[in-house]
């Protein structure tokens, strides 16, 4: 079980790191003619109102998280070792 989160884990962190690589469209582009698509080959996970691409959308917001824990940790540690 714990090898199964630990690749959950690695694949999640791939995915933030190479989001610009792996993300078939940019993430932030308006297709107004596209919105509220259905999943399709063009959008896997189909568009949201503004017609965004949904898994674009899903691959980048992975990061944010990642760069705050990141920060967090860094906070932690160095409040951790500045105590004694």
């Known amino acids: 079980m714990v090898v199964f989160g630990l690749v959950i884990l690695v694949l ?12 078939p469209y940019n993430p932030n582009k308006i297709h107004p003619v596209d919105s509220l698509s259905n999943p399709s080959k063009t959008y896997l996970l189909g568009t949201d109102k503004l017609g965004r691409d949904t898994l674009s ?3 980048y917001g992975t990061r944010q998280p ?19």
Do not use: E, G, H, Y
């Open 12 to 23: 999640m962190v791939i995915t933030a790191i190479f989001a610009p690589l792996l993300a």
């Open 57 to 59: 959308r899903l691959i």
């Open 66 to 84: 990642w760069s705050w824990a990141f920060l967090r940790c860094l906070f932690l540690q160095f409040a951790a070792s500045s105590w004694d």
